[in-house]
Structures are given as structure tokens and as C-alpha cells.
């Protein structure tokens, strides 16, 4: 699909957007899925310079659970590009904050596989 087609899929998506309450968490949560869909795409440079932004400003995530997906964001990023070193350091920075979360959770489980593989 073409750039253009790109963008006029999501201006129509744009325009039925309806949000009953948009505050931080739901704009977390937007832009942690548009991240995620930027990866899945492997658009890892565009990816990075989003979870930089996020930790440039971490004063506003500093209490927020979900930041700390941003480190494994910045670890997936990094492993796209190729640079194992900062990917092996951001899986680290994720699996340390998630130490004692629980071992089932999905996203933890996935986490540790991934890095696993960067060994």
C-alpha cells in the first residue's frame, strides 16, 4: 500500500475517533499502540525516537506503571535496528523495574524470551 493510501486510511479513522474521557492514560495508551504498530511494521528508527521522547520527559511517566513498557519499547527498537548492546541494556532496565511482578504475565513472558534471544 502506497504512503498516500496510508494516510487517507488513517484520516478516515481520524475522523471517527470519539474518546468519552481523553486524559493521560488514554493518550499513553494510544501512543503506546502506535509505537507497537510502528515496530510490528519494523519501523524501528521512528520507534526510537519515541521512546526517547518518553524518557527525555520522565518526570510525567516517573509513577506510572505502564512506563516502564517503554524500556522494553526501546529494547524491541534497538533489537530492529541491530544494536544489540542498547537492546540487551533496555530489556535489562524493563526485566529489573518487572522483577517482582508476576511470571505469567503475557507481556513479562514475551519480554524474557526476546531478550533471551539477543544472549
Known sequence: ???????K??????QQL????FDYDAAWQLGSRLRELALSRNVG????????????????????????????????????EGD???AKAAYQDFLTL?????PDIPVLKQAKAEYAKLR
Not at 500500500?1 to 494516510?7: F, G, K
Not at 509513577?63 to 533489537?79: E, F, K, T
Request: glycine share 6%; hydrophobic share 50%.
Open 1 to 7: 500500500m502506497a504512503p498516500s493510501d496510508d494516510l
Open 9 to 14: 486510511i488513517i484520516a478516515a479513522q481520524e
Open 18 to 21: 470519539q474518546f468519552p474521557r
Open 45 to 80: 528508527v521512528e520507534a526510537l525516537s519515541d521512546f526517547q521522547t518518553i524518557f527525555d520527559n520522565a518526570g510525567v511517566i516517573e509513577n506510572c506503571p505502564i512506563g516502564a513498557l517503554a524500556h522494553l519499547g526501546l529494547g524491541r527498537a534497538y533489537a530492529l
Open 84 to 86: 544489540t548492546a542498547k
Open 98 to 102: 518487572w522483577k517482582d511482578a508476576d
